[in-house]
């Protein structure tokens, strides 16, 4: 199979979908390898570590496109690159399509093949694929909002960690998953007094068992949320609905209830945010003002850290590349139902439940279409 590693055109998007090392084992697995040219140079890897490696460097992204049986990326096609694809093409990124009406829609146009990285699941239903982002921006979350309290950046002047003699500040995490299990760590770890909220009791459980004394799980529901809000320094969102859109759990009527110069951090954005007011950002501009409170949705968190996290994704999606260019994306899903759990667009049908539903679309059975 011929595999396509596009550069990311997000804004300020600086991770890159595969590794030198990564296009060394598809070289190895008998296909060919195409890369557009700087693709990994914002991650730290020049067109020569990948043209060592054995794969070709093409100019343009629609010769990607244009010779590709597989396009990979790291976040979404966007509105230049949608008359690019083609049928029967497959699309292996995250697509978070539950969240991108007009996205979704282009791929059902396109008729190609879209795999999600972020709904390719394990029989455990973990998520491979976003489990290693998902730690990332679980820890940055509490470096940005460390760095958002402080009163030059708009917050109300507050150390996470707190001194001898002064209380430390107050974190509320909204799940206890993997991004609010990292972001809970990383805030006890600085000294904060943490509460995370989950509605699995097992969950609970077991972040009892494993997290520090100052960390404090408890059982979510809209009151507790409504009480802890009004006590928090700084509130992490950390809601993930498989595939699905992010629920609001936090109203501006909540909001309007915090401390001046609160930080929310909302990781949910890419899903739609968990947030009532949450809206995209950026990292050149990633907060804006909600009712006296700092909130920060930048879309695309781990790219501001983008060898880090260019090297644990290649890390976790590569041997699902693999199994799909090996074996075409058909027979990858039977052999292997984790991938099937990725199909969302299959040759113009929605096949991912969570995405029909956000759209009042039409949903079509993956097993129907293999």
Request: net charge negative.
């Amino acid at each position: 199979m011929i595999v396509g590693i596009l550069k990311e055109i997000k804004t300020e998007e600086n991770r890159v979908c595969m590794t030198p090392a990564g296009v060394e084992v598809m070289k190895m697995n008998g296909h060919t390898v195409l890369f557009e040219k700087s693709a990994g140079v914002a991650s730290g890897f020049d067109d020569e570590a990948y043209l060592l490696a054995g794969a070709e460097r093409v100019v343009t992204p629609k010769e990607i496109y244009d010779r590709s049986d597989m396009v990979m990326h790291v976040k979404e096609p966007l509105a230049s690159e949608y008359d690019l694809i083609r049928p029967g093409q497959i699309v292996f990124t995250y697509l978070h399509l539950a969240a991108a009406e007009e996205l979704t829609r282009a791929m059902i146009k396109s008729g190609c093949i879209g795999i999600a990285y972020e709904t390719i699941q394990k029989a455990d239903r973990s998520l491979p694929l976003l489990t290693p982002m998902s730690e990332v921006a679980g820890r940055m979350a509490i470096q940005e909002g460390a760095k958002y309290l402080e009163m030059q950046q708009g917050g109300q002047g507050v150390l996470l960690g707190g001194v001898p003699g002064v209380s430390p500040a107050t974190v509320v995490v909204i799940g206890g998953g993997v991004v609010g299990t990292n972001a809970a760590k990383m805030a006890c770890g600085l000294g904060a007094k943490v509460y995370v909220l989950d509605m699995n009791l097992d969950r609970l459980r077991y972040l009892s068992d494993i997290m520090p004394a100052n960390c404090f799980p408890m059982m979510s529901s809209p009151a507790a949320i409504r009480e802890l809000l009004k006590q928090a320094d700084l509130v992490v969102g950390a809601v993930l609905v498989a595939g699905a859109k992010a629920p609001r759990l936090v109203t501006n009527e909540m909001i309007g209830e915090m401390k001046k110069g609160a930080v929310l951090v909302d990781v949910a954005i890419d899903q739609g945010g968990c947030f009532e007011c949450s809206r995209p950002t950026t990292h050149s501009q990633p907060t804006f003002n909600q009712n006296g409170t700092v909130v920060y949705c930048v879309a695309n968190m781990p790219g501001a850290v983008a060898k880090t996290s260019t090297l644990a994704l290649t890390n976790a999606t590569l041997p699902y590349a693999v199994q799909i260019a090996t074996k075409g994306w058909k027979q990858a899903c039977k052999d292997n139902p984790e991938i099937k759990y990725g199909l969302n667009i299959v040759d113009g049908h929605v096949s991912f439940k969570g995405v029909a539903e956000a759209f009042d679309m039409e949903y079509v059975d993956a097993d129907t279409l293999l």
